[in-house]
């Protein structure tokens, strides 16, 4: 699954200004009630002033890329993926200051430490440190838990049941890769 949450500095990002921003048109868009899209397509949330998308898919560069074009100047942005292996990843973008955390294991350089990568995230470099303590098992705080905490406490808007089952429009998105590895 991934999840992004994305505000304005100021106004409203509605779901039609954020389909431009993806560089699609609102005739792309698919009802709430047509279902046909399910597994091709990512929803579109209007929370507030925000927008929170939900991509069901395994989580592709191709698809991410589209939802990175809601990040920019004058915006927030957060990217939560993770999937059924355990895989995790985040980006945030507020403005122009990036930062990234990835698990089960830290994502860093050669020389440099995962807590450089943080970026504006470095305020919960405590929290995630619980998350890489020891093995995976042993870890005090789990990953997806800690990265879905931040982006509530960030944004103000918190993944739950309410809003997953909340009908709203899809955006259809190309998925050839996956789709030719799954056939």
């Known amino acids: 699954m991934t999840y992004t949450v994305t505000i304005p500095d100021s106004g409203i990002l509605t779901i039609e200004d954020a389909v431009r921003r993806m560089g699609y048109t609102t005739t792309d868009l698919q009802g709430p009630d047509d279902w046909s899209h399910s597994g091709d397509s990512i929803s579109l949330h209007q929370v507030g002033a925000c927008i929170v ?11 991410r890329q589209v939802t990175d074009r809601l990040r920019g100047e004058g915006y927030r942005h957060w990217y939560v993926a993770f999937d059924t292996n ?3 990843s985040m980006h945030v973008r ?3 200051a990036e930062g990234d955390l990835e698990g089960p294991e830290p994502a860093s350089g050669p020389f440099t430490p995962w807590t450089e990568l943080l970026g504006p995230l470095s305020a919960y470099v405590d929290l995630f440190t619980r998350c890489y303590e020891s093995e995976e098992a042993d870890a005090s705080v789990d990953i997806v838990a800690a990265c879905l905490a931040v982006v509530e406490l960030e944004s103000g808007v918190r993944l739950d049941e309410e809003l997953l089952g909340r009908p709203s429009p899809a955006l259809p ?3 050839p890769d996956y789709a030719q590895e799954v056939l």
């Open 86 to 88: 355990g895989y995790t």
């Open 173 to 175: 998105l190309p998925n």
């Open 53 to 63: 998308t939900l991509d069901w898919v395994f989580p592709l560069p191709e698809r």
């Open 94 to 96: 507020y403005g122009e």
